[in-house]
């Protein structure tokens, strides 16, 4: 029987990496800073700088640590909560200024449409906080797509290479795992959701990682494009 729902990753399978890394985390890095320095007592802002501040002993008025530690957590490309809250505040002065569009693959609209089309509902569940996944998506080449998604996820429901986060994936979209299907570019975050019974396809694209797919081994099925992806045969 063909899914219900699909849900997508964003970074390398809906979109290029290199778009994420070279653009939207070195605007980040750059202006970040500053954006906390001026906007710290805001609600938004606040909340995440208290949140910093109670998840790792740094005092709250140690603005200039509490800085520090975000660009520690960049450089490792942490996946905290906090973090991706904050870098989502700052892109979205970015995409509002005009200094970027998010990179989409061709390949994805159309076959997104053709999803809705079959009546299918679809999600997206990315490490990028849930406000950064519309900003992407609304501020995208292909124009604003937000409303193509029935919902968007981050890692408040959980780590994504991690089996319960899938299952409070599957409790929130509020179907059982067997009617979802589950698109990433990340092999291990497929075995998580697999291991709950969501049924999955590996994307890869050669452009951003040079493999050939031809020769790849996966318990799940692979594709190079959005277009390769058959929902009636998994």
Known sequence: MKPIAIVTDIEGTTS??????????????????????????????????????????IPLKNTEALIEQLRRWMREDNKSTELKALQGMVWEMGYQRGEYQAHIYPDVPDKLREWLDAGINLYVYSS???????????????????????????????????????RN????IALPPED???LSDVEAELDAAAAVGIKTVWVVRPQETGADVTKLKSRHPIVSSFADIRIEEL
Do not use: C
Not at 136 to 159: C, E, N
């Open 16 to 57: 290029s990496i290199r778009f994420v890394k070279d653009i939207l985390f070195v605007y980040a890095e750059q202006f970040l800073p500053d954006f906390i320095r001026k906007h710290k007592e805001e609600r938004d802002v606040a909340r995440q700088l208290r949140s910093l501040s109670d998840n790792t002993g």
């Open 128 to 166: 990028g906080s849930e406000k950064a996944q519309r900003l992407f998506f609304r501020y995208s080449v292909f124009g604003d797509l937000r409303l193509m998604f029935a919902g968007y996820f981050d890692t408040s429901i959980g780590p994504k290479k991690e089996v319960q986060s899938y």
């Open 169 to 172: 994936l599957a409790e929130w």
């Open 180 to 182: 979802i299907l589950f």
